[in-house]
């Protein structure tokens, strides 16, 4: 039999490579290859005998009769919204976020909530002993919750603790950097340690029915520490994001095989832990009893919840020969680049020889192309001190020949900012009327540059 092969595994990537090299020739990183002790690569004559002896599979047909999965929902409305509905039954749950954003103190809430509901919970600690998670729930107000809490790290433990009779509702592994399986060598943590004990307790989850939900790191560039494959292996990817420093939360669906993508659930960090913010346009809007230059209110779109967020733009103007600065809080800064050349190339305007801040209100992140137009709306508002009256929303998609497009879904944006008080719109001319919102639409940059300079 032909000698089987090492292979090595990027610990920041979670690529393989059959040989070791000092850099990742896929991330970049250096000295992250490792070897995987844990597995070897069986050359292609050995694996083609053993698939000889493999057995037929059952096909079946797209119209076969299905029923719709079950659905554990939490009672937190937001958590819920995310998720598409509830822990669905048999599933598993990745989420993700920066050190102290309250992912334990969410899933501690959850958990609590469903065992007063009577459902089955475990909640499982690798990081902390299980008086410090009594001690946290104490703190929160719910010590009477009947959920079952353990701190282990061996997932061979932990399956056969829950293997039996007694399989849980839902069980929280936090978290899954933490656990080791005994069947391969490794540290936890490390690549083949990660992907080995994701999927025992993944397949755990499939056979029993059991709604497993996963705690997983973020590396210092926000995305999820260990091998890639590991969010493709979860059925659903939540990302917690928000700075420590401000009080709100966002939880956004990264992928759900069972609901939408895109969906966010707002929460604010309190003393008594997190709350639902049920309107989080609110949060976002500065109050202001008169109008302000460089400040546009644009309605976001968050998979189906419309967000209004204030976008702010500062312009200063430099002596001649000085290097300008470009700023960027919350948006693209090379959306932000794009946007000045079109206003300069179309519309005649000069930022070349200005320093430009740009800033989204309340440490929200926004993707939303259709915030194009109003970014050019408040650096035109800054750089000409001409104020934007302040019950008007703006939103369109700019394209480099200076044309306004359409965005998706206006008809809700339109109807999310009749509710907070706006009544009028500016907006691509292609767009659908708003109802009870006066809509003012433009074909083009420069004539909606000529209507905010009064031309």
């Not at 009749?418 to 940059?445: C, M, N, V």
Request: net charge neutral.
């Amino acid at each position: 039999m032909a000698k089987p092969q090492k292979r090595y595994v990027c610990q920041q990537c979670g690529s393989v490579s059959s040989k070791w090299a000092g850099q990742c020739a896929d991330c970049g990183d250096w000295n992250t290859l490792v070897e995987d002790a844990g597995a070897v690569v069986t050359p292609f004559s050995a694996r083609h005998n053993l698939q000889s002896g493999g057995r037929p599979i059952l096909l079946s047909g797209l119209d076969t009769d299905i029923a719709l999965p079950e659905r554990l929902q939490t009672g937190i409305a937001e958590l819920d919204r995310a998720l598409g509905g509830g822990f669905v039954e048999g599933s598993a749950t990745l989420i993700g976020g920066d050190p102290g954003i309250g992912k334990s103190t969410l899933l501690l809430q959850a958990a609590a909530k469903l065992a007063l509901a009577g459902k089955g919970v475990a909640y499982v600690s690798g990081e902390e002993a299980a008086d410090q998670v009594r001690l946290r729930a104490r703190r929160l107000g719910l010590g009477n919750a009947p959920v079952q809490l353990a701190a282990a790290t061996s997932v061979r433990d932990i399956l056969t603790t829950f293997g039996g009779s007694a399989a849980p509702d839902l069980l929280i592994i936090d978290s899954i950097q933490t656990m080791h399986s005994d069947l391969i060598e490794g540290a936890p943590g490390t690549v083949s340690q990660v992907r080995a004990s994701s999927g025992e307790l993944i397949r755990f989850a499939k056979e029993r029915g059991t709604a497993v939900v996963l705690v997983g790191h973020v590396t210092k560039d926000g995305s999820i520490a260990g091998p890639r494959v590991l969010e493709h292996m979860v059925d659903t990817v939540l990302a917690f994001e928000g700075e420590r420093s401000h009080q709100y939360r966002i939880l956004r669906a990264v992928k759900n095989r069972f609901g939408g993508t895109d969906e966010i659930g707002v929460f604010a960090m309190e003393s008594e832990g997190l709350s639902e913010v049920s309107n989080p346009s609110s949060l976002f809007l500065t109050s202001r009893d008169e109008n302000v230059t460089g400040t546009v209110v644009f309605p976001a779109l968050e998979g189906t919840r419309p967000v209004l967020v204030e976008v702010q733009a500062l312009t200063v103007r430099l002596a001649s020969g000085a290097t300008p600065r470009r700023a960027v809080v919350g948006w693209d800064s090379g959306r932000l680049a794009m946007i000045l050349a079109v206003l300069e190339a179309r519309c005649g305007l000069a930022f070349a020889t200005a320093e430009v801040y740009l800033n989204i209100a309340g440490g929200y992140r926004v993707t939303d192309p259709a915030a194009d137009l109003a970014v050019a709306a408040a650096l035109v508002s800054a750089l000409s001190e001409r104020p934007i009256p302040s019950d008007a929303i703006v939103f369109g998609e700019i394209a480099l020949s200076g044309e306004v497009r359409p965005v998706a879904h206006g008809a809700l944006r339109l109807k999310e900012a009749g509710k907070l008080g706006f009544s009028r719109a500016l907006a691509p001319a292609a767009q659908a009327e708003g109802g009870a919102i006066k809509l003012s639409g433009f074909k083009d940059l420069p004539r909606f540059v000529d209507y905010m300079l009064g031309r």
